[in-house]
């Protein structure tokens, strides 16, 4: 690798940067891991050259001899560069940036480089305030445009991308307090309040559903939000009010019938019956029979490891959805047939709707 470069010190180290270590040449990988280059504990040591943390930062590369000179100035690639460089991104923007809006980042001090991103089309643009390009999770709402140079004048408009809309208007706000949404529940979230624009997300299955009522934790276009809500499309307006369901008694049930063995008495000789013919009848003389049973049960939310059948009911929501007849009732189980507000999903095959509860 020619003369060595500097050895490692605590400092700020960018992907590509070198260091030297004896004679080996160490190069720091690429993000997320060059945050790791900089630390301690994860210097590199030729004495540990085969275990240790600096192997989750560093890759060897090779080896050297004597010092390093001064390295040429970079060149931008012409094909690549966008020409001067946009403002610096800044934090607790999230209503500033729009879809196509640009930031620089400098990647490098000594010699100064700096790259641009691109804020992605809403509405993931709603993560472009939230987080630096160059941070985890900064590619939710930037992509990488190409390399910069000195500063950029004002720049045109961006477009503006919709994502599909939803039927029926927005939902209820997400609010950081409510700590009982449950599975296929849905909350609007603002992304943009001039103009305003709002998406919706719905509360995942179990047993992700817990993490939706974990507060700003897993608060919509966050880092983890994915765990606990999936973006279903953009909406305008508010909800109308629905027609009053049909009423129940007390809390939303259903008539949950099932077949159970039970005896009855015969007269002797008669097809199923314990006593021949010519015995004299008496209370003894039984035969078997099945008689259904039905009680009120309440209308609960699908859950995992129960064993649904046919005409079992389930809610999402207030929303109800009754399994249905053999053999179709063995998806009613199944966790990828569980029913939901989506009408774009597979749980027709197991579910049919069944009303509304109060």
């Known amino acids: 690798m020619g003369g060595c470069s500097d050895e490692w010190a605590a400092i700020k180290y960018e992907e590509g940067d070198k260091v030297s270590d004896g004679s080996l040449v160490y190069r720091c990988k690429p993000w997320p891991f060059s945050g790791h280059c900089g630390q301690a504990g994860y210097e590199p040591n030729v004495n540990t050259a085969t275990a240790g943390a600096w192997k989750d930062a560093w890759t060897v590369i090779g080896y050297c001899s004597g010092s390093i000179g001064p390295s040429a100035s970079p060149t931008i690639d012409p094909a690549t560069s966008v020409g001067l460089c946009p403002e610096k991104w800044s934090a607790g923007s999230h209503t500033k940036y729009d879809d196509g809006d640009m930031v620089s980042v400098v990647v490098s001090e000594t010699p100064h480089r700096a790259v641009a991103y691109r804020c992605r089309a809403w509405p993931y ?7 630096s390009p160059i941070v985890f999770g900064g590619d939710q709402g930037w992509t990488l445009a190409g ?13 503006f991308d919709r994502l599909g809309l939803t039927a029926g208007g927005c939902p209820p706000d997400w609010s950081s307090s409510t700590t009982d949404y449950e599975a296929g529940d849905r909350v609007s979230y603002t992304v943009s309040r001039d103009p305003v624009r709002k998406i919706v997300y719905e509360c995942r299955q179990w047993p992700n559903s817990g993490y939706c009522n974990q507060g700003a934790g897993f608060e919509p276009t966050t880092q983890y939000a994915s765990l606990a809500w999936t973006l279903k499309g953009a909406c305008q307006g508010t909800i109308a009010p629905t027609s009053a369901p049909a009423p129940y008694s007390g809390t939303c049930q259903y008539n949950k019938c099932v077949m159970v063995d039970t005896t009855q008495q015969c007269t002797p000789g008669s097809t199923g019956c314990s006593c021949s013919a010519g015995q004299t009848a008496s209370t003894s003389c039984q035969r078997d029979i099945q008689t259904e049973q039905c009680t009120l049960t309440d209308v609960d939310r699908w859950r995992n490891g129960v064993n649904y059948v046919t005409d079992d009911v389930v809610r999402v929501g207030t929303a109800r959805f009754r399994c249905r007849e053999w053999p179709n009732f063995f998806w ?11 009408n774009n999903s597979i749980w027709p095959q197991a579910w049919r709707t069944d009303g509304t509860c109060t």
């Open 125 to 131: 643009s709603g993560f472009c305030g939230q987080l």
């Open 147 to 159: 390399g910069c140079d000195g500063s950029v004048g004002p720049t045109a408009a961006p477009s």
């Open 332 to 342: 009613c189980r199944q966790a990828a047939y569980a029913p939901s507000l989506d």
